[in-house]
């Protein structure tokens, strides 16, 4: 068996799954366990949401995606995968991006859209925004600039005694061809194509992952707009609004019910210990060296001594 | 399962009204209101973000020979769950995927397009506005380059898939040699001249209901000038970089100021047949 951490949970898997992060752990309840065999047709239980690719209830979940693979994702604790490619790596791809989160929904944990580095401090900047608002590409120009990465594209976020943590999800980043040019810090081994034919590459960051919880100082909200990178602290009623447009994955929050998890979760994050801000650039790609910058001396200054 | 026809593709070259008339579909659905960045029709065949949403997937990394099959699938998805018919902009090309071979939207579940075709005299100066081109720029790029295309590389993470436009006259006979379902074609000049009448009758061909008073409030809720003076005050998310204002003149003509004759003459070279067609060639 093989075992590994991903957002906070133990996996246990009968087959390697290389993008993972290892880690050895005593088996407990809750434990996510992975196996290979064939997909059911139907879910055991009534369906809520049907979709192209997917349907579900509260504690079941069925994914397809043609000439990829099949997923039955139940009880928050059980992956069962039925590929239908031999490229496994694409298979994998779906298990990072969409079923890890489906366990976490049915964990009652809603993951957030961010990627983070970590501040010299110890702890955690994130970077939330939808899909190209240049999540990955400041976490990577920042790691130019030397901060360590933290996560990519996906993090837990839990509150405990007022302090807002964060956990990483798997140590892969996913970038576009045109900020791995820019980057420095990653060799052309460490650097592989994420899907075939996709327009992604990941980097795989095991040396430096960090498996256990950090806490978070701040939450930078990227958008696009304006001719120069403006950067501004964001109150946290105002946070509330985008918090909620970044939860990974939100189009699942009414089939699978969780509404008031929802709003459990954002309310607690937005009470927290932790500063929020504003960032908007230009659109041009090549304003990420400069947002870097800004972030380093507007917010990270501010709040990573 | 037999596929719901609740799509009407709202197809056009870029710059040919297709926004003015999704703003009034917008007006008539709330009655006589429109906000620019809130328009309520059904999205925008190139936008990368509703396929996300619809197959939990992130656009950029769906292997291209899946690409084109998949956004079928996100839109047959759309018009079976829809109780209403649904009016998705486009401004592709119509043709046969290079990838798949199929067709390029789901006509399974095609009630009808309505397509906008506008003088490529008076497109060639809004095109020059909305690229930030010169009109030489946009005449050699656009409207008449065979291989024209919205969002040029599909190597740079951009919010809209790259679109295959052509010349302003392959665009329009693409769109003409449609059998699969029927394409009502709608000039805009005709829609500035009379709009009542023009947009009254589009909607009686794809069987929408509305009174003629629904039609009028809508109309006057999505005059360019209420629009232009939305985008001032607001701004207009769908602008792009380079265009200074997306609403910019909207006047039928404006090629008789601004075109030299070499430039009228390369633009009814290459657009010929479709500027013959549709009443453009003796103005």
């Not at chain 2, 609740?6 to 709330?30: C, D, E, H, M, Q």
């Not at chain 2, 009808?112 to 005449?139: C, K, W």
Request: charged share 25%; aromatic share 12%; glycine share 4%.
């Amino acid at each position: 068996m093989y075992k590994y951490v991903a957002l906070g949970m133990q996996i246990q898997s009968e087959i390697e799954i290389p993008g993972l992060f290892p880690f050895d752990f005593q088996e407990s309840g809750g434990t996510v366990m992975v196996k290979m065999g064939t997909v059911p047709e139907t879910l055991q239980n009534e369906i809520l949401e049907v979709k192209p690719f997917s349907f579900f209830n509260e504690r079941e979940f069925i994914y397809h995606i043609p000439d990829a693979a099949k997923f039955y994702i139940t009880n928050g604790d059980k992956i069962l995968i039925e590929p239908l490619t031999d490229n496994l790596d694409e298979v994998f791809f779906y298990l990072y991006t969409g079923v890890l989160a489906t366990v976490l929904f049915q964990k009652n944990i809603l993951p957030f859209h961010v990627s983070g580095v970590v501040l010299k401090n110890n702890t955690v900047l994130l970077f939330a925004g939808h899909q190209r608002a240049g999540k990955s590409s400041t976490s990577i120009m920042l790691q130019n600039r030397g901060y360590l990465p933290f996560t990519d594209d996906t993090a837990v976020l839990q509150v405990k005694n007022g302090l807002c943590y964060a956990t990483s999800s798997y140590p892969i980043i996913r970038a576009m061809e045109r900020t791995l040019e820019k980057q420095s810090v990653y060799s052309d081994d460490e650097i592989t194509p994420k899907i075939k034919e996709g327009f992604k590459f990941g980097i795989n960051f095991h040396k430096k992952f960090t498996p256990e919880q950090l806490p978070v100082s701040g939450i930078v909200f990227l958008s696009e707009d304006g001719d120069e990178v403006e950067i501004s602290p964001m109150k946290s009623t105002e946070a509330i609004k985008w918090l909620k447009f970044n939860i990974y994955r939100k189009q699942w929050v009414n089939g699978m019910k969780k509404e008031l998890l929802e709003f459990q979760t954002i309310s607690q994050i937005a009470q927290s210990k932790l500063h929020f801000f504003s960032v908007k650039r230009p659109w041009e790609s090549d304003s990420f060296e400069i947002l870097a910058q800004a972030i380093e001396d507007q917010v990270i200054h501010q709040i990573g001594k | 399962m037999e596929n719901k026809k609740n799509i009407v593709w709202l197809a056009s070259y870029p710059k040919s009204g297709n926004t003015w008339f999704r703003s009034f579909i917008s007006a008539l659905r709330n009655k006589g209101e429109v906000d620019i960045n809130a328009i309520s029709t059904e999205g925008i065949f190139s936008q990368k973000r509703g396929l996300e949403e619809c197959l939990d997937l992130d656009a950029d990394e769906i292997p291209v020979s899946k690409m084109d099959q998949f956004k079928r699938i996100s839109f047959e998805h759309q018009s079976n769950t829809s109780a209403m018919k649904c009016f998705v902009k486009i401004h592709d090309l119509y043709s046969m995927s290079k990838i798949d071979h199929q067709p390029i939207v789901p006509q399974e579940s095609t009630l009808a397009a309505i397509y906008f075709v506008r003088n490529p005299l008076d497109v060639t100066i809004s095109m020059a506005n909305h690229n930030g081109q010169t009109l030489d720029e946009a005449i050699a790029k656009v409207v008449c380059n065979e291989h024209a295309h919205l969002v040029h590389s599909e190597k740079h993470a951009q919010d809209q898939f790259q679109q295959y436009l052509g010349t302003w006259n392959m665009h329009v006979e693409s769109w003409k040699n449609v059998s699969a379902f029927p394409v009502i074609f709608i000039r805009y000049e005709d829609m500035k001249m009379n709009p009542q009448d023009s947009f009254s009758q589009v909607l009686k061909q794809i069987e929408y209901e509305a009174t003629e008073e629904e039609i009028q409030l809508a109309l006057e809720a999505s005059q360019f000038e209420k629009l232009k003076n939305q985008e001032v005050e607001f701004g207009f998310r769908e602008k792009p970089k380079a265009c200074k204002s997306f609403f910019n003149k909207g006047e039928v003509g404006q090629w008789k100021e601004h075109l030299n004759q070499v430039q009228i003459n390369k633009i009814r070279q290459f657009n010929e047949p479709m500027m013959r067609e549709f009443g453009y060639w003796e103005e």
